[in-house]
C-alpha cells in the first residue's frame, strides 16, 4: 500500500518464501533446543571451547569486584577498597579513570558512573573526565553521614526503571533525579534493604541480615505491593545458611548462593519452596565464590574451587548444568565474574582480568522490560519506545494476568518506565503513531478470567502522561496490523480468519474512515512501512503491500 494508490494489494511469493526460509530455521533450532533441555534432564553438558585470556597489563588492587556496562557495550571494572580502582576496559587492557577509596560503584543517568568515594557519592562522565558531581544529599537529604564508613553495606542497585538504590541510605533516586524515601523493613538489622535482582514477574528480590549470626533472609517487593517487603526467613521457608548473592534467571528461578551452597526457587508455584541445587557428576557443588547471570539468561555460578558452571532449573526439577572452559584461568578463587552484552565471560582472579577468547554475538543485549510480556507490539516516537499492554505470568505468586499499561523503553537511558493505567487491560492489542499520539487499538479485555474482544481505542499523549478516548473501531478487533503513512494511521485485520475492512484516520477526524479489505485474512502477523509502502506477511501466502 502507498499514499498515491493506497490499495493497489501486490503478493510477492518469492520475498515469502526467502523469509519462510529463515523462519523455519528459527523455529527448528528454538524447539530443537526445547527437546535438548527437556529430554536430557540432570546432565551436565561439555565445556565450551572458549578459553580465558589474560588482560594482565595492570595488577588489580585487592578488593571486592564489579563489572558495569551501559547500553552501547562499554564495559567497566570497578574494585572496592582503600586503594580501589574504576576503569574502563577494553578487548586489550585497562584504562583507569579514578583511583583511590572506593565503596561501590553503578551506572547512572546517560552513562555516567556513580561511586562512593571517602566523604562523598559521586558522580563522573567517564567521556570528560573532569565534571564530578556530588549525590550525597540526594541519598541521605538533611541526613548525610559523617563519612562513608557509615554506610555498612556500600551495594548499589540500578533497577529496569534507572532507580538507583543504596543500601543503608534513606533515599533512593529516580531517573528523572527526584528522590524518595527507600523502604524500610523495622524488624530487622539493616532497616533500608535494596533489591538486587528482578524476575520477569515484576517481583525484585533481596537478601537482608537477620539476627541471628551469618544468617540471611530474603525479602520480596511485588508488583501488587510495591510499596511493601515480603520477608521470608526460617520461619517462612527460606532455608539456614550464609548467603551472598541471589539472581534471577530468564525463566524467572530466584537463585541463591553462597558458604552453603546453592539453592533456587520457583515463584509460579511457591509452595513448593527452596531447593538445595544437587551435587551430581562434575559439578561438586560446596561453596559458591560468586554468581552471575550468564548471555542466555541462566545463573552462572563460580565455585570457590574456580569452576565455573551455567545452570538451569527449567527443566522438570532436574536441572541442566553446562561446564564453563576454565582453561587459561589460574586455579584458584574467583573475585568477580560477569558476562557482557557481546556474550563473553569476564573474571577477575589473582588481581588480573581476563576474558573468554570468543567472537561477540552479533546481538546486544539490552535492560529487560520491567516484566515479562507477550502479545503485544510496539512503536517508537522522540528516542522512547511505547509498547502496549499484553499478557504474561505476574507477582507472586506469578499467575496469567493481563496488563493496562504501556510500558517504555528509553533508548538513551537504557531504563524503563510505565505509563498510568488504560481503562482497560488488553493483549494483542496494536499500537500506531498519529500526531506525536501513542494509539492503542483492540485487542482482547480479561474479565473474570474470560477473554473478548474489545473496539476500545485510547490515546497516549506522551507529553501530558495521559490518556484520552479515541473513535471505537467499527467492530470488536484483535491481533490487527497498523501503519502510519502520509499521516493517516491504518488499521488492517483482523476478525480472526475473517476478511475485514481496512479503516484509516487522519489527526482531528472524529471517525474512521472505511478502506478495501486486504486480499487476505490478515492476523497474528505484523508489518512495516518503506518508501510509503506498507508491507504485511500473510501466512501461507506471502508478502503483500
Not at 557519592?121 to 548525610?144: A, G
Not at 562513608?148 to 533525579?177: C, E, H, K, Q
Not at 537482608?208 to 533472609?217: F, G, R
Amino acid at each position: 500500500m502507498n499514499s498515491k494508490a493506497p490499495f493497489d494489494y501486490q503478493v510477492s511469493l518469492k520475498n515469502f518464501y526467502l523469509n519462510m526460509k529463515g523462519n523455519y530455521i528459527v523455529m527448528f533450532v528454538f524447539v530443537f533446543a526445547i527437546l535438548i533441555n527437556s529430554t536430557t534432564g540432570q546432565q551436565v553438558l561439555p565445556a565450551d571451547a572458549n578459553k580465558f585470556i589474560s588482560l594482565g597489563a595492570i595488577h588489580l588492587p585487592d578488593g571486592s569486584a564489579r563489572f558495569i556496562e551501559d547500553n552501547q557495550g562499554n564495559l567497566y571494572l570497578t574494585i572496592a577498597g582503600k586503594y580501589g580502582i574504576i576503569a574502563k576496559v577494553s578487548d586489550t587492557g585497562l584504562n583507569p579513570l579514578v583511583n583511590g577509596y572506593i565503596k561501590g560503584a553503578t551506572l547512572g543517568k546517560n552513562g555516567a558512573i556513580w561511586y562512593i568515594g571517602q566523604k562523598k557519592i559521586h558522580s563522573f562522565d567517564p567521556f570528560k573526565r573532569n565534571n564530578s558531581e556530588d549525590l550525597t544529599s540526594l541519598f541521605f537529604e538533611d541526613q548525610e553521614p559523617k563519612d562513608t564508613d557509615s554506610i555498612t553495606n556500600s551495594f548499589f542497585y540500578r533497577d529496569r526503571f534507572g532507580t538507583i538504590w543504596l543500601s543503608d541510605a534513606p533515599f533512593r533516586v529516580n531517573s528523572d533525579m527526584t528522590n524518595r524515601p527507600n523502604l524500610a523493613v523495622n524488624s530487622y538489622k539493616r532497616l533500608t534493604p535494596i533489591p538486587q535482582t528482578t524476575d520477569p514477574f515484576g517481583n525484585m528480590w533481596g537478601l537482608i541480615v537477620t539476627d541471628e549470626k551469618d544468617n540471611m533472609a530474603i525479602a520480596v517487593l511485588s508488583p501488587d505491593k510495591p510499596d511493601h517487603w515480603n520477608v521470608f526467613n526460617k520461619s517462612k521457608g527460606f532455608p539456614v545458611g550464609k548467603w551472598n548473592v541471589v539472581v534471577a534467571d530468564i525463566f524467572g528461578f530466584i537463585w541463591v548462593s553462597g558458604t552453603d551452597g546453592l539453592c533456587y526457587f520457583d515463584p509460579r508455584i511457591p509452595e513448593n519452596g527452596w531447593h538445595s541445587f544437587p551435587s551430581i557428576q562434575q559439578y561438586s557443588g560446596g561453596e559458591v565464590a560468586l554468581m552471575s547471570v550468564s548471555a542466555m539468561g541462566h545463573a552462572l555460578v563460580a565455585l570457590k574451587t574456580g569452576e565455573i558452571f551455567e545452570v538451569d532449573g527449567n527443566s522438570a526439577d532436574r536441572p541442566l548444568i553446562r561446564s564453563v572452559n576454565t582453561s587459561g584461568l589460574p586455579k584458584s578463587k574467583i573475585d568477580g565474574l560477569y558476562s557482557d552484552r557481546f556474550g563473553r565471560i569476564w573474571v577477575v582472579s589473582q588481581n588480573n582480568l581476563f576474558r573468554q577468547d570468543k567472537l561477540i554475538q552479533d546481538w546486544l543485549s539490552l535492560t529487560s522490560m520491567p516484566y515479562a510480556s507477550h502479545d503485544v507490539f510496539g512503536v517508537e516516537c522522540k528516542g522512547k519506545i511505547y509498547i502496549p499492554a499484553g499478557a504474561a505470568n505476574h507477582g507472586l505468586p506469578a499467575v496469567s494476568r493481563n496488563f493496562d499499561c504501556l510500558q517504555i523503553y528509553d533508548i538513551k537511558n537504557d531504563c524503563w518506565d510505565l505509563s498510568p493505567p488504560m481503562s482497560i487491560n488488553r493483549r494483542y492489542s496494536n499500537v500506531g503513531l498519529l500526531d506525536g499520539k501513542i494509539w492503542v487499538i483492540g485487542g482482547y479485555e480479561k474479565i473474570n478470567g474470560k477473554e473478548s474482544k474489545t473496539h476500545l481505542v485510547e490515546i497516549f499523549d506522551p507529553v501530558t502522561r495521559s490518556w484520552a478516548t479515541g473513535p471505537d473501531l467499527d467492530l470488536p478487533r484483535a491481533e490487527t496490523v497498523t501503519a502510519t503513512v502520509a499521516n493517516r494511521l491504518y488499521v488492517f485485520g483482523s476478525n480472526s480468519d475473517e476478511m475485514v475492512c481496512t479503516l484509516s484516520i487522519s489527526a482531528g477526524e472524529k471517525q474512521w474512515r472505511t478502506e478495501p479489505a486486504a486480499p487476505y485474512a490478515i492476523l497474528q502477523t505484523d508489518g512495516c512501512v518503506h518508501n510509503d509502502k506498507v508491507y504485511i506477511m500473510i501466512g501461507g501466502v506471502g508478502l503483500i503491500m
